[in-house]
Structure formats: structure tokens, C-alpha cells
């Protein structure tokens, strides 16, 4: 691994493969690199510090810590930063939970062309928190997200088509874009689309689809994936749910 850097004008002349070196480095003595880093003043570094923070990786988790690297990365326009910032604000990492804050920072991150960005202000707004609901300004917010590949985008939208809310109900456009969410690597979308699939007969697409949920999916997805598909006529759907709910701690008799 390379020395510390001297100076930000040093680097500034780093590679991406000096950043990846570090990165993949051992996690404590990666995390003191970063930490000397961020303390130049280097935006990224200072994103990743505030991440790794969050997470305990080669430090003790500090979310209050976390969250002001956050906000330096943030105030030099940083988009990642400013998003992890309206992250903080939204689930009360290192303050008090504020979707008002929270919607504030995700506005100027999806401003600024993050795809990210655009999905949690999206969330914000069609669902009224932090700001007032409006479906239909979340909806074109998730487009562009989803028109720079943001899987969990294209999901979102294909709940819009399948309720036929803001836009007419579709189920084709809903198959669509459950497909991209899916091959983007969302497990809802993945869920969805082997639902879809599962409905037109195509059984073992479905099949294929469901295994890959659980891979992703968070422990209350599963749970709540888990339970539905308890409730299949299909004995291959079942054992699916049933590894999820065994993988979530639940127990379930299967017929």
C-alpha cells in the first residue's frame, strides 16, 4: 500500500486503482488511509469514511461521526455525499429521524444527477414524508432514475402500472418493467416478475426467479415473501417460502 498522501494536490494525481487498493486493503488500515484522506479534504474519501463509519468497517460504528463526514462531502456538492446525508437524516443515524431534512438533501442529490437521489426523494414524495405527497411528481422522478438503469426505480414504476395509479393500470408495462427491476437486481422486482411469470404458466422462469430473492432480499421481505408463498398451490413455490422463512427464523408447517 502506498505511503499517506503529503498534500490534497498529491491526491489529486491518485488513480482509480490507488483509490481501489486502498479500499480493498485490510479494513484497519484502510479505514486510518481514508481517515487521513477525508481529512485532506478529499470528497470521496470522505463519503466512504462516513460509510464506513455507519457500518464498523476497520472503525467502531459511529453515526454521529458518519454523518458529518457526510456533510463536508456534502458541502463541497458531492452527490453520494449529500444522498448519504438525507440517509442519515431519514432512519436517525447520528440524529434525530427529520424526512423534512431527509427530503432536502435527497431534492439536491437528484438535482445533481444521482440516481440514487432521485429514488429516495421519489419515496419521499409518494409517500408524504417530509414533504407533500404527490404520486405523480414521484413517478417522474423514478423515470429518470430508472432511464439511468436504477433497478429499484424501474420495481417502483412497475407498481404504478400494476395499481394503475397516476397512470393507467397495464399489466403488460407492469411485466416490463418488474423484468428490468429484476434483471437489474432488485428482489422486489425479482418477487414481482416471477409473480407475473407464475400467472402466464411459465412456471420454471418463475421458479428460477424466486431462488434468486432470497440472495438480497432483506430479513422482513423474506419473512413477509415467505409467508405469501406459503399460501401457493405449487409444492416448488412453497419450499421456496419455506427456506425463507427458515432463513428469517420463522418456522412454518408446509402441507
Known amino acids: 500500500m502506498r505511503s499517506f498522501p503529503e498534500s490534497a494536490h498529491e ?3 491518485w488513480t482509480s486503482t490507488d483509490w481501489q487498493t486502498v479500499i ?16 485532506l ?7 466512504i469514511l462516513g460509510q464506513w463509519l455507519l457500518n464498523g468497517h476497520g472503525l467502531d460504528r459511529d453515526p454521529v461521526g458518519a454523518l458529518a463526514w457526510f456533510l463536508k462531502a456534502a458541502a463541497q456538492g458531492h452527490p453520494m455525499g449529500i444522498n448519504m446525508a438525507g440517509r ?14 431527509a427530503a432536502h438533501w435527497y431534492r439536491q442529490a437528484a438535482a445533481k444527477g444521482l440516481d440514487a437521489g432521485m429514488y429516495n426523494y421519489a419515496n419521499l414524495l409518494a409517500t408524504g414524508q417530509g414533504v407533500p405527497q404527490d404520486a405523480a411528481e414521484a413517478l417522474q422522478w423514478y423515470r429518470k432514475a430508472a432511464a439511468l438503469g436504477h433497478a429499484k426505480s424501474m420495481t417502483k414504476i412497475g407498481f404504478f402500472y400494476e395499481d394503475g395509479r397516476v397512470v393507467a ?7 416490463s418493467w418488474f423484468e428490468g427491476g429484476a434483471r437489474g437486481g432488485d428482489f422486489r ?28 432480499a432483506t430479513p422482513g421481505f423474506k419473512r ?8 401457493s398451490p405449487h409444492p416448488a413455490f412453497r419450499a421456496v417460502g419455506q427456506q425463507m422463512l427458515d432463513a428469517h427464523g420463522t418456522s412454518t408447517a408446509t402441507a
Open 169 to 175: 393500470q397495464d399489466a403488460a408495462a407492469a411485466f
Open 24 to 39: 480493498a486493503g485490510e479494513p484497519e488500515a484502510s479505514a486510518q488511509w481514508m481517515l487521513h484522506c477525508a481529512r
Open 11 to 13: 491526491l489529486a494525481s
Open 88 to 101: 442519515c437524516f431519514e432512519n436517525g443515524w447520528g440524529a434525530s429521524e427529520d424526512c423534512a431534512a
Open 41 to 47: 479534504g478529499h470528497a470521496d474519501a470522505q463519503t
Open 224 to 231: 413477509l415473501a415467505g409467508e405469501q408463498l406459503q399460501h
Open 189 to 216: 422486482g425479482q418477487y414481482n416478475y416471477a409473480s407475473m411469470l407464475a400467472a402466464r404458466g411459465r412456471m420454471d422462469e418463475a421458479l428460477e426467479w424466486l431462488h434468486k430473492v432470497p440472495l438480497t
